[in-house]
């Protein structure tokens, strides 16, 4: 029976709640392929407004989308760039391939790349065994078109900002420069606000929890109301 989107969007958050449950419990994510294979494919039917395949392991691809398109997805936990395999044997199976990343820092579900099969074929580097390498760097965004993220949340700890975006994502600005990486930077506020680093297991948080109690920390402080000349825009744009 086909899913609705709804029941989609749902089964996607019960499998992100499931892997970062299994990465708190120190399995790593490279052990996990079923788990965040299914993240991918239920990343992609919601992305094409698709469903899944009516065959498990169909050959191929794993989509259908609403517009009919067979599509591969394959998905990542590695950073980028990374190569990613296809069987060179059923690539003609496929109209369209997806490539899908698992941020696991922040548990965070990336398109890093879309093309059709056609395009993403010229691409491909041959290797033996019947394999085909495609090289991914993410998604371009083109000049102009960057989409702006509605701040959610933020507050002031000396002379650094703290900002938690609509999708989750959480930052720290300082000067008006932004601080990479996030999680350190968290963490000495945290040890700053007596705020602990693992859960009840005994297990790090991400840097979207971390980030999310050190918010609540500061807010309680009343952080969250400062003079208009605080470091860092109010404001952030993600290509």
């Not at 029976?1 to 499931?18: D, P, R, V």
């Not at 449950?21 to 239920?42: D, M, Q, S, T, Y």
């Not at 991914?136 to 102009?144: D, E, F, I, T």
Request: net charge negative; aromatic share 4%; proline share 5%.
């Amino acid at each position: 029976m086909a899913l609705t989107q709804m029941q989609q969007l749902q089964s996607l958050g019960e499998a992100l709640a499931w892997l970062e449950r299994e990465l708190n419990w120190g399995v790593e994510a490279k052990a996990l392929p079923h788990l965040c294979g299914r993240i991918g494919e239920l990343y992609a039917c919601v992305l094409t407004n698709g469903q899944m395949a009516l065959q498990a392991n169909q050959r191929g691809y794993d989509v259908v989308s609403a517009a009919g398109e067979r599509v591969s997805v394959k998905t990542t936990t590695r950073s980028l760039p990374c190569q990613i395999p296809f069987n060179a044997n059923t690539l003609s199976e496929v109209d369209r391939v997806v490539v899908v990343r698992i941020n696991t820092e922040d548990m965070q579900v990336e398109q890093v790349y879309d093309e059709l099969s056609s395009v993403a074929r010229t691409a491909m580097a041959g290797r033996e065994g019947g394999k085909l390498m495609l090289t991914v760097r993410g998604l371009a965004s083109p000049p102009g078109e960057a989409k702006p993220l509605a701040v959610a949340r933020e507050a002031f700890h000396n002379g650094s900002k703290v900002v938690e975006l609509e999708n989750g994502t959480i930052q720290v600005w300082s000067s008006g420069q932004l601080v990479e990486p996030t999680k350190p930077a968290l963490r000495e506020m945290a040890k700053g606000l007596g705020i602990t680093l693992t859960n009840g297991s005994g297990n790090e948080y991400n840097t979207r929890t971390l980030g999310s109690h050190v918010l609540d920390a500061l807010y309680e402080r009343g952080d969250h109301v400062l003079p208009m000349a605080a470091p860092g825009p109010s404001t952030s744009f993600i290509g």
